[in-house]
Every structure is written in structure tokens, then in C-alpha cells.
């Protein structure tokens, strides 16, 4: 089970705990339970919910970046193929308008040691 699941089955126990423990010491002994278990019970169930929140609040933000991941993804591949074809064509024409091939030159100076090996 995720965190979100397993936050709400603890607020669950916590508050029907709460409820039944109360009615049966109410019905049973006319008394009341003490302060502390009453609000450590209350507490669990509290932090339990805001936690069950936070977990679907986080996932739902997970779902929508990983949509707009893919969504960018496809965009990007379809923008680099047009691009990609634009610039091929480009280029293409302009060797065609040239004439002849292009030579390759090296950006920078050979080095020495290099010629020899």
C-alpha cells in the first residue's frame, strides 16, 4: 500500500478507537477516559489526515510533471526533426549553389607529434 493508503487506514483506527473506547467507559463505568488518550487519539488521527493529504497533493504533482515531461519530450523531437530537416536542406543548398565540395578544415592548428605518429 502507498503512504496515502496506509495514512488513512491509521486515522480510521485512530478515530474508531476513539469513538468506541469512549461510548464503552460512557456505558460501562459512567466515566470518562482520560485526557491524555483521548488527545494522543485525536492527534494520531489529525497528523494521520494532513499526512493522507500531503501523499495525494504529491502525486497528483508527480502525474502532472511526468505529463509535462512527455509532453515536452515530444514536443523537443518533433521541433529537432523539422529543424533537423531545415537545416539539411540549407546546407545541401548551399554546397549545390557552390559547385564543387566543400573541403574540410580543422578549427585548429595540427599539432607536431601528431603528423608523425
Avoid at 494522543?40 to 502525474?63: F, I, M, P, Q, S
Amino acid at each position: 500500500m502507498t503512504l496515502k493508503w496506509w495514512a488513512v487506514v491509521v486515522a480510521a483506527v485512530s478515530v474508531t478507537s476513539f469513538v468506541t473506547a469512549n461510548v464503552a467507559i460512557v456505558a460501562v463505568e459512567g466515566e470518562q477516559m482520560p485526557l491524555v488518550v483521548n488527545l494522543l487519539a485525536l492527534t494520531t488521527a489529525g497528523t494521520a489526515v494532513v499526512l493522507a493529504v500531503v501523499a495525494e497533493l504529491h502525486e497528483r504533482l508527480d502525474d502532472r510533471v511526468s505529463a509535462l515531461t512527455e509532453f515536452l519530450v515530444a514536443r523537443l523531437n518533433e521541433i529537432e526533426s523539422q529543424a533537423g530537416d531545415r537545416n539539411t536542406g540549407f546546407v545541401e543548398g548551399y554546397l549545390l549553389s557552390h559547385g564543387r565540395e566543400a573541403d574540410v578544415v580543422p578549427f585548429g592548428r595540427p599539432r607536431r607529434g601528431a603528423a608523425e605518429r
